[in-house]
């Protein structure tokens, strides 16, 4: 029998996933009204480095009673509507396997408190709405990680990353899902805030001025890492900030910061999950985080205006 999967706050990642693994599982996606009409009507259309074509599978505003003993729930809303969305449907996850596919430093601990079954997991590839149910995969930095949240591999975990790697999808099972979390983290906070502030895209940040500011986040990012136990590949922040220069930024050059585009509709950001988070655990930790402080303050500023 194939495995049932729910992708839980559909949208560009959630999707764009969930139409790859309808090829070799049997999947239904909770979905916005718009996204999931278009889904129904001529299924999600998919362009860019992960294939073309119109992907069918069942997606609707809600959960149907069919869909309530899942193998996995994949959770890919904003980091801001985790919460919301584990409430939601607090009654289907409840002691089932529940993974995050989201940016930022909190996801986990959130759904934790609805499941003792949380795996983290990362994924750095661009996704841009390109129409309602209809999504361009636009780069790829590299393979998408899963592990048991907080640490460890298992069974359960290495079943999922079978599954997507089958879906053509590149993906690694790891035992330290915390540092690859943090690994995104840093990324996110070096570039997506200023990238915002800004309206560069990525690339444009090696300038001398902005690349000073990146080097700063990261800085205190670094320390923070440090402080909360995470071990991560490369050993100091400026080891950190030259593989960021040299081979995830020119991976990624020619993005926009999603956030911009969060500020320029006028939603809540991400930011307190990424830059915020490090400035809180920074506070707790007794290291000074000026600079993830001040980006911080200054998106909650945007988000008001
Ligand atoms: N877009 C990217 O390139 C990308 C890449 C890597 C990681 N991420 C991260 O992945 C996560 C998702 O990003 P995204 O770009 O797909 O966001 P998105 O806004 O396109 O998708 C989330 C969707 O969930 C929907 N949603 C929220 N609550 C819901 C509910 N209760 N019921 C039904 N639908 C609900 C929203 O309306 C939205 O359509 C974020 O944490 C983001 O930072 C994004
Ligand atoms: C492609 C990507 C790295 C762009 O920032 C994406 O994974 C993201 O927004 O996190």
């Not at 841009?128 to 361009?136: K, Q, T, Y």
Request: with cysteine.
């Amino acid at each position: 029998m194939d495995m049932k999967i729910v992708v839980l706050g559909a949208g560009a990642v959630g999707l764009t996933i969930a139409a790859k693994l309808s090829r070799v599982a049997d999947v239904h996606a909770v979905a916005r009204k718009r996204h999931a009409d278009a889904v129904r009507e001529r299924g999600l259309l998919m362009t860019g480095i992960w294939g073309e074509g119109a992907y069918r599978f069942s997606c609707s505003e809600d959960l149907p009673d069919a869909w309530l003993d899942a193998d996995y729930y994949i959770i890919t809303a904003k980091s801001t509507d985790t919460e919301a969305v584990c409430r939601q449907f607090a009654g289907a996850i409840r002691g089932r396997e529940v993974v995050s596919l989201q940016n930022g430093i909190g996801n986990e601990e959130i759904i934790g408190r609805f499941t003792d079954r949380v795996i983290g997991g990362m994924i750095i590839t661009g996704f841009e709405w390109r129409g309602d149910a209809s999504v361009h995969v636009s780069v790829e930095a590299a393979p998408m990680k899963l592990g048991r949240f907080p640490s460890g591999m298992d069974d359960a975990v290495g079943r999922l990353a079978d599954l997507i790697g089958e879906a053509g999808i590149r993906v690694e099972a790891t035992g330290g899902i915390r540092s690859d979390l943090w690994s995104k983290t840093l990324y996110n906070c070096a570039l997506n805030p200023l990238g915002a502030v800004t309206n560069v895209p990525y690339g444009a940040l090696t300038d001398p001025h902005a690349w000073a500011i990146v080097t700063a986040i990261v800085r205190e990012a670094y320390q923070v890492v440090e402080a909360e136990g995470v071990t991560l590949p490369w050993e100091t922040a400026e080891a950190y900030l030259e593989y960021l220069r040299t081979t995830q930024l020119p991976a990624t050059a020619t993005h926009h910061s999603s956030m911009l585009q969060d500020l320029t509709l006028g939603r809540r950001t991400e930011i307190d999950f990424l830059n915020g988070a490090v400035a809180d655990l920074g506070r707790r930790h007794g290291i000074d985080v000026p600079y993830n402080t001040c980006i911080t303050e200054l998106i909650h500023f945007r988000e008001q205006l």
